[in-house]
């Protein structure tokens, strides 16, 4: 029988895998985070099916893709997979987008491992 996860419950309720959050932690409380506001993206739509992806400016097919100013509309943060959509406060650094919760709460505190300790857990 497998053991039961630990997760973590941050304080807009939303859970995290406690293990998996301490190895995302490792690479997050290095980089140097700059506050933005998030804005929707040009995205490449199929045309005629259901597959996007952002446009950066890479070549495509327009028998097949076509170029929505605003079609990507919305990110996932990279701890805790929250969605981010337009006008959303987020912190940025290199190719990496973390909610302002997931900053203030696991970024901020000097001595993550105390803050971890005192967060509400439980286990699944």
């Not at 293990?19 to 929707?40: D, G, H, N, V």
């Not at 203030?104 to 699944?124: A, Y």
């Amino acid at each position: 029988m497998n053991e039961p996860t630990k997760f973590v419950v941050k304080s807009n309720g939303d859970e995290i895998n406690l293990s998996i959050l301490r190895t995302e932690l490792k690479w997050a409380r290095k980089m140097k985070w700059t506050e933005s506001i998030w804005k929707p993206k040009p995205a490449l739509i199929e045309i005629g099916g259901k597959s996007s992806r952002p446009y950066i400016g890479q070549k495509y097919d327009s028998k097949y893709f076509e170029i929505k100013n605003d079609g990507w509309n919305h990110e996932h943060c990279d701890l805790c997979t929250v969605g981010i959509y337009e006008n959303d406060s987020i912190f940025i650094s290199e190719n990496q987008i973390i909610c302002a919760s997931c900053h203030s709460e696991f970024i901020v505190p000097k001595n993550i491992n105390e803050t971890l300790e005192k967060m509400n857990k439980i286990e699944k």
